[in-house]
């Protein structure tokens, strides 16, 4: 198989060589590595985390990131984007599961604030991907908003990349059904996973 550079690999390969960089000390390359992944970080918090408290799910991920970057090594484990994607899942997963058990404490339902959005129309894409689980939410924003290659967002996510495609494949058989239902994010089928 051959391998042959891309823009994208450019970039990965890029953040890599940063990632491994800042981990021995460089703050530069820390600064660059955050100033070159900040974009899609704030973008996944928006999408799967809570958009009222997305800014500070971003300055945790990028905090967690800090304190894990001497244990990246960078090798066949995957990229640095792919790590630093984990973690910033990991931490939006937190963040709900925490919001969650508040919620069920406080019997509290907020509204989520719609004016400080990331970009133009995101309120009706967050209405419509919370028609899905949280697996094929997921699935569907780290490949298809994100456009984080299919092995990648199965290392990001820890399941074998079939089970990413189905998510995936899923994910869009049920968005395209809400569309056309009108569905405007109440829906029965959120607790199915693939």
């Known amino acids: 198989m051959f ?5 994208q690999n450019a970039c990965v390969d ?40 997305a800014e500070e799910l971003v300055q945790e991920s990028y905090a967690s990131m800090m304190r894990s970057l001497p244990k990246f090594r ?6 640095a984007r792919a790590w630093l994607f984990r973690i910033v ?16 404490y406080r019997s509290f339902s907020g509204v989520p604030d719609v004016a400080g959005s990331p970009d133009e129309g995101w309120a009706e894409v967050v209405s419509l991907l919370s028609v899905l689980s949280d697996d094929r939410r997921q699935a569907f924003v780290l490949t298809q908003l994100l456009n984080l290659p299919y092995d990648e967002t199965a290392r990001v996510l820890d399941v074998p990349i079939g089970t990413v495609r189905s998510r995936v ?23 199915m996973s693939a």
């Open 169 to 191: 494949a899923r994910a869009r058989e049920q968005l395209v059904e809400a569309e056309r239902q009108g569905d405007s994010g109440k829906s029965d089928d959120r607790v």
């Open 3 to 7: 391998w042959f550079p891309t823009s």
């Open 89 to 104: 899942r990991n931490t939006c997963a937190d963040a709900t599961r925490r919001r969650q058990r508040q919620r069920a």
């Open 14 to 53: 890029r953040l890599d060589e940063l990632a491994l960089a800042a981990r021995d000390g460089n703050r530069i390359a820390l600064d660059r590595f955050t100033r070159a992944t900040l974009a899609d970080v704030s973008r996944m918090c928006w999408y799967l985390g809570d958009p009222d408290t």
């Open 74 to 79: 960078g090798d066949h484990t995957g990229s």
